[in-house]
């Protein structure tokens, strides 16, 4: 089965430091998006993004976070100035259509130190 | 009131046991929902989506309340496998179709 992939597994940062988190979407999918975890909470929706604009954002997702897609394969996740909060296992996911299955990728666990 | 809503458990079970989990929704405009699984520090992997009809997945089925926004999924014959976390997941169409998540029921399965 294709899969998403997300780099790096771990990422270790200091408060204030800004951080990008990468992926590559399966490659004909189309709409993109950004979850997070908290240790211990549920998964919550950051963003999507289609046709190289943000289609929708979560009150989470505020001026720190910024995403992109540079070229025809990665979307980044970018934090400015990173916080203890925004610690969080980091997901990213893809589909093709609206109505068809989300795929997952095995996450990027930020800490925030 | 939580937009997806779930015991968190932990349902500690013995092998063979039949287990049954439940889950609410508050957005009655919500059109599609699924059950995830998703093992410690990993992510969400989809189990099945989840019908008005009720749908059966070998030993998984579940099933869509939508008059009372309701959600269920019962498992048959636990394994040890099946150990983890289940994620109860609301689709609400629109310019993004989001999923939203509960917090999960942990299910232990022993022997």
């Known amino acids: 089965e294709p899969e998403v992939t997300q780099t790096p597994s771990h990422q270790v940062t200091q408060m204030g430091q800004e951080v990008i988190l990468r992926c590559v979407p399966i490659?004909?999918?189309?709409?993109f998006y950004w979850y997070r975890q908290i240790l211990g909470q549920k998964v919550e929706f950051l963003v999507s993004?289609?046709?190289?604009?943000?289609?929708?954002k979560s009150e989470i997702f505020d001026d720190q976070f910024s995403v992109e897609r540079p070229d025809g394969s990665n979307f980044t996740l970018k934090i400015r100035s990173t916080k203890l909060e925004d610690s969080a296992m980091y997901f990213c996911?893809?589909?093709?259509?609206?109505?068809?299955?989300?795929?997952f990728g095995s996450g990027t666990q930020l800490s925030v130190l | 009131r939580k937009e997806v809503e779930q015991d968190p458990g932990p349902f500690n079970v013995p092998e063979g046991a039949t287990v049954a989990f439940n889950c609410t929704y508050s957005n009655s405009a919500s059109q599609s929902f699924f059950w995830y699984r998703q093992d410690c520090r990993k992510e969400p992997k989809l189990l099945m989506s989840?019908?008005?009809s009720g749908n059966e997945d070998g030993r998984f089925t579940a099933q869509l309340n939508r008059a009372s926004q309701y959600i269920s999924l019962l498992i048959r014959d636990s394994k040890l496998s099946d150990s983890a976390t289940y994620l109860c997941v609301v689709k609400t169409d629109g310019t993004a179709s989001k999923l939203t998540f509960g917090t999960g029921t942990r299910l232990q399965v022993t022997l």
């Open positions: 996911a893809s589909r093709t259509d609206l109505n068809e299955k989300l795929f």
């Open positions: 490659s004909n999918h189309l709409y």
């Open positions: 993004f289609y046709n190289n604009e943000i289609s929708e």
């Open positions: 989840v019908y008005s």
